[in-house]
């Protein structure tokens, strides 16, 4: 028997984090349940973008803005279910309430939602579920980071929201630590879903004239750098420069005689919006290194798993962006993190690596360095740790189609 699934909150084009949840979700589902038994609704942010990119015949792409959330979509899906009591619900034509209604089950991949100090997101986290929700759709809110809940409005929102799905997943100790202050008992703890995301052939086919080039094939050792424009928000609220520390941490690692690698993880070219999109800061970074053939800036739109197989082919790994720590940990590269969210200490606990982290408060040219050097020292300890966590990991990730599968049933 067919199933449909629906799937909202990430997208596929700009956060290429949000694809690779997404991209997961196709592909454990498609393996579950075979790819022509399944069919995907992806309610989307960037719907015109997502669109044209996607190439999956079993996925549709439907709009899902922000706006067009709030003014059509909510109050469509609370209408439908008041005329489903008088069996009238089948008057509303709106196809998103249309596809919402045919779905099996709905997953939530927001990525981090109800934190303390980001309730300007409290809208779109709470519009998100609602759809779901109000028209009776099974829904999962799939591995992602919440809490703390200390302010107030968060916590009442997160209180009132959370109960009504109908599986919380936690992405690791730190959130199901805040979970449980609010009291809820409708949760369980998994990892991330884009631990399972592969690198298909198709997606390393792509690659091979970048790959033979003389920056991979000189035989040189090689850092991949992925800067975030969320940290580089932050910094500047903190009159840190991090452009200028993330150039002088680059001086470094070519003096150490280290080829270097910025990453954008998050792109969208054809605006200057910073919005999941790096693409700004790191070709300001870039700037300095213009002739430099041993640093390397990839300006391309790639996909996620075509970013994974990049990353996969360096040696070190210095990640602000999340997903591309979720990729390098994926493809056991040992990895420095400057983050600004639990959500990046909990997974790396689950590896025993929470200790290679550092917030972006303490980010400094020296500070940079030092916790760098580290890594470098703890090399051997760091593969081993991931060759033996990994699979671990991957299961508890992968247990997402079973919790899935058991709403659909």
């Known amino acids: 028997m067919s199933k449909t699934i629906g799937i909202i909150g990430p997208t596929i084009s700009g956060n290429k984090g949000a694809a690779a949840m997404f991209e997961s979700a196709v592909f454990s589902l498609e393996q579950k349940y075979?790819?022509?038994?399944?069919?995907?609704?992806?309610?989307?942010?960037?719907?015109?973008?997502?669109?044209?990119?996607?190439k999956k015949d079993n996925v549709k792409v439907l709009s899902a803005s922000p706006l067009y959330l709030a003014l059509?979509?909510?109050?469509?899906?609370?209408?439908y279910m008041v005329l489903r009591w008088v069996y009238l619900h089948?008057?509303?034509?709106?196809?998103?309430?249309?596809?919402?209604?045919?779905?099996?089950?709905?997953?939530?991949?927001?990525?981090?939602?109800?934190?303390?100090?980001?309730?300007?997101?409290?809208?779109?986290?709470?519009?998100?579920?609602?759809?779901?929700?109000?028209m009776g759709i099974p829904l999962?809110?799939?591995?992602?980071?919440?809490?703390?809940?200390?302010?107030?409005?968060?916590?009442?929102?997160?209180?009132?929201?959370?109960?009504?799905?109908?599986?919380?997943?936690?992405?690791?100790?730190?959130?199901?630590?805040?979970?449980?202050t609010i009291g809820l008992k409708n949760y369980v703890e998994k990892a991330d879903y884009a631990f399972v995301l592969p690198i298909e052939q198709h997606a390393i086919d792509s690659l091979s004239n970048i790959i033979k080039s003389s920056f991979f094939t000189?035989?040189?050792?090689?850092?991949?750098?992925?800067?975030?424009?969320?940290?580089?928000n932050y910094c500047r609220k903190h009159s840190i420069d991090h452009i200028a520390i993330m150039q002088s941490f680059v001086d470094f690692l070519i003096n150490k005689g280290y080829n270097v690698l910025?990453?954008?993880?998050?792109?969208?070219?054809?605006?200057?919006?910073?919005?999941?999109?790096?693409?700004?800061?790191?070709?300001?970074?870039?700037?300095?290194?213009?002739?430099?053939?041993?640093?390397?800036?990839?300006?391309?739109?790639?996909?996620?798993?075509?970013?994974?197989?990049?990353i996969s082919k360096c040696?070190?790994?210095?990640?602000?962006?999340?997903?591309?720590?979720?990729?390098?940990?994926?493809?056991?590269?040992?990895?420095?993190?400057?983050g600004w969210s639990h959500k990046y200490q909990e997974v790396l606990a689950m590896f025993e690596l929470e200790k290679y982290t550092m917030d972006y408060k303490?980010?400094?040219?020296?500070?940079?360095?030092?916790?760098?050097?580290?890594?470098?020292?703890?090399?051997?300890?760091?593969?081993?740790?991931?060759?033996?966590?990994?699979?671990?990991?991957?299961r508890k990730s992968l247990d997402h189609v079973s919790i899935i599968d058991s709403l659909i049933k």
């Open 90 to 134: 089948k008057l509303i034509f709106n196809k998103e309430i249309k596809a919402i209604s045919k779905c099996d089950v709905m997953l939530d991949m927001g990525g981090i939602s109800y934190v303390d100090g980001r309730e300007k997101y409290l809208p779109f986290n709470i519009a998100i579920m609602l759809p779901a929700i109000s």
């Open 362 to 394: 303490r980010i400094s040219v020296d500070s940079l360095i030092q916790n760098f050097e580290i890594v470098e020292n703890d090399e051997t300890s760091i593969k081993e740790k991931l060759d033996t966590f990994l699979p671990i990991v991957t």
């Open 262 to 310: 910025i990453l954008p993880h998050s792109i969208l070219k054809d605006t200057n919006a910073t919005k999941n999109n790096d693409f700004m800061v790191c070709k300001t970074i870039m700037k300095k290194y213009k002739n430099d053939k041993r640093v390397l800036f990839l300006e391309d739109d790639f996909d996620s798993q075509q970013l994974r197989y990049l």
């Open 315 to 338: 040696n070190f790994f210095v990640a602000s962006r999340f997903h591309a720590m979720i990729s390098s940990l994926a493809t056991k590269v040992p990895t420095l993190v400057v």
């Open 72 to 79: 059509v979509i909510v109050p469509l899906s609370f209408l």
């Open 34 to 54: 075979g790819s022509g038994n399944v069919k995907f609704y992806l309610f989307s942010y960037y719907y015109k973008r997502d669109k044209k990119l996607n």
């Open 218 to 232: 000189s035989g040189g050792k090689i850092v991949g750098i992925c800067p975030s424009s969320v940290i580089d």
């Open 140 to 180: 999962v809110k799939c591995a992602q980071a919440m809490g703390t809940f200390m302010g107030k409005i968060n916590r009442f929102t997160a209180k009132c929201m959370l109960p009504t799905a109908s599986v919380v997943v936690s992405r690791g100790h730190i959130t199901t630590e805040h979970l449980e």
